[in-house]
């Protein structure tokens, strides 16, 4: 029996229902409840990293056996992710992943997702500030860019009503 192979069907040892018995020990508690679920929990981990080790050995074996015949097996790259942290739980993995998801397939990433602010725990003063600060940040960008005079904004909308490529429209 190696590391992960770790057998949850030890036998408990006799119970006694004597008065040293302690409660948190018994049938439903909720101490046995942890433990029952922390090895349930525990179990599908495993069984998660033994399939995920032998799905791997099934894939190798299969190449050696199309090499061995002259044929090649396209390379297998389930998801190009980083894998699961340590510190990470399996439901902040997924969370992760379907946000990364979510991300690519809108085409953006961390740094372009733009900024969110839960303002419901803000008292009405400091709601005041928050917006005050975002209008002046949105204001000093809006200073940074270039500014353009009323007639060249006029004179740019007709030229490119007129031309279209090399087209001009209206002069033949």
Do not use: C, F, L, N
């Given at each position: 029996m190696n590391d992960t192979e770790i057998s949850n069907n030890l036998p408990a040892d006799e119970v006694s229902n004597g008065p040293d018995t302690h409660e948190r020990y018994r049938e439903g508690a909720p101490m046995e409840r942890l433990i029952r679920g922390w090895r349930m929990k525990r179990k599908e981990d495993i069984h998660r990293k033994v399939s995920a080790r032998s799905a791997?050995?099934?894939?190798?074996?299969?190449?050696?056996?199309?090499?061995?015949?002259?044929?090649?097996?396209?390379?297998?790259?389930?998801?190009?992710?980083?894998?699961?942290?340590?510190?990470?739980?399996?439901?902040?993995y997924e969370r992760r992943l379907h946000r990364d998801r979510a991300r690519a397939k809108r085409g953006v990433n961390a740094q372009t997702v733009r900024g969110w602010t839960d303002m419901s725990l803000m008292s009405p003063e400091e709601k005041l500030l928050h917006k005050r600060k975002l209008a002046n940040e949105r204001k000093a960008r809006s200073r940074k860019q270039p500014s353009r005079s009323p007639t060249d904004n006029t004179t740019n909308?007709?030229?490119?009503l007129l031309s279209v490529g090399d087209i001009e429209w209206g002069m033949f």
């Open positions: 791997a050995t099934s894939r190798m074996k299969y190449r050696i056996e199309r090499a061995s015949g002259g044929k090649t097996v396209r390379p297998y790259s389930y998801h190009e992710h980083e894998p699961q942290q340590v510190t990470e739980s399996r439901e902040e909308v007709a030229e490119d």
